[in-house]
């Protein structure tokens, strides 16, 4: 099931398949964009409801005129400075683009990714690949092959294999939909990497919109609860924890010992590259609470931030 036949998989998705493949943020499940009953297959397979639009993938910049009905200066600008990379810019539809993909909205999320098997599975389609996170709805992203093997989602028997994803994030959301740009969700592109690249400053970008499944309440959730804590406060929440008959599993950067512990990367990056896995990994050490102390609330560790909080969400 886990393959690396890229041309067997393009042949796939020309077939109205799935193929679940990496990306340099988190491993997606794919279909052809331009078709319909391909798409529908995403939703069944996720479990997600039908009116959460998804992104569209494509090999190269040189295709958004494909599927945007406009292609905004400040569109321009940030594929410049960003693509191919984690980023996903929403932009006013092409109206032949299929309902199924955009959630009957009038824009749609493109995005040209960077890691080379998708690169070269996008190449050899030719066309554009609708894809979500290849996990089920609401779960935790799969950022390697194996992830997503152990989703074992109905009707996906292809999964190309990646390695470790790079970022192990999300991609950064900009909406260029509506005049101003705004962040819809946080990522490895930070908020001052696209101040920077527009020219604007921080205080221009909007406030987020719906509709982006990842803005509800609970999100990217393994099964044991999940709590932020800070450093500081680490050792009290563990031993009252533990009186209380619970389980708790630290994930942290640091040495101090705790029975069950996951030692979590201290530079801000590689700690998001390594987040879900970490998350499995308690999950699958049967904590019942995982205590996580996250880096700083800075550059990537915004998203960072996002993504805990919304694992820690009441459910
Ligand atoms: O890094 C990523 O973006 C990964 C990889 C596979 O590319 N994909 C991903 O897809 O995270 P998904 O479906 O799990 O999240 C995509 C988000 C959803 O929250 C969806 O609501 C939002 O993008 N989105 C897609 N099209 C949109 C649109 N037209 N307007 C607003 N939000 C949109
Ligand atoms: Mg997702």
């Not at 069944?44 to 009905?69: E, F, M, N, T, Y």
């Not at 294999?161 to 994030?169: F, H, M, N, P, S």
Request: a negative charge; one cysteine or more.
């Amino acid at each position: 099931m886990i393959s690396a036949d890229i041309a067997a998989a393009a042949a796939r998705l020309r077939n109205g398949e799935l193929v679940a493949f990496p990306t340099e943020t988190v491993y997606g499940l794919g279909a052809d964009a331009s078709n319909a009953v391909a798409v529908r297959k995403i939703f069944a397979a996720k479990g997600r409801p039908v009116d959460h639009p998804l992104i569209v993938h494509l090999a190269s910049s040189d295709q958004l005129g494909d599927w945007a009905a406009e292609i905004p200066d400040a569109a321009a600008r940030l594929a410049k400075a960003f693509w191919p990379g984690p980023m996903t810019l929403i932009l006013r539809r092409n109206s032949h683009v299929p309902d199924e993909v955009t959630g009957g909205l009038p824009t749609i999320g493109l995005r040209v990714p960077s890691h080379p098997v998708a690169q070269e599975l996008l190449r050899a389609f030719g066309g554009g690949v609708a894809a979500p996170s290849a996990n089920r709805f609401g779960r935790i992203s799969p950022t390697r092959a194996e992830h997503v093997a152990a989703e074992a989602l109905e009707g996906v028997d292809c999964i190309l294999e990646g390695g470790d994803c790079e970022v192990g994030l999300e991609s950064t959301i900009i909406d260029l939909s509506r005049g101003r740009p705004a962040i819809l969700r946080p990522g490895a592109i930070t908020a001052e990497q696209v101040e920077e690249a527009l020219s604007l400053r921080m205080s221009e970008l909007d406030e987020p919109a719906p509709r982006v499944s990842g803005s509800l309440e609970s999100h990217y959730a393994p099964r044991a609860a999940v709590e932020i804590v800070a450093s500081a406060d680490l050792i009290g929440r563990h031993q009252q924890l533990t009186a209380e008959q619970k389980t708790p599993l630290v994930i942290a950067a640091g040495a101090t010992p705790f029975p069950r512990m996951i030692a979590a990367p201290d530079e801000p990056a590689a700690f998001a590259r390594r987040l879900y896995d970490m998350l499995r990994e308690a999950d699958h050490a049967g904590a019942d609470v995982i205590l996580v102390v996250p880096p700083p609330e800075i550059g990537i560790g915004v998203a960072v931030w996002d993504r805990l909080r919304k694992a820690a969400a009441p459910r």
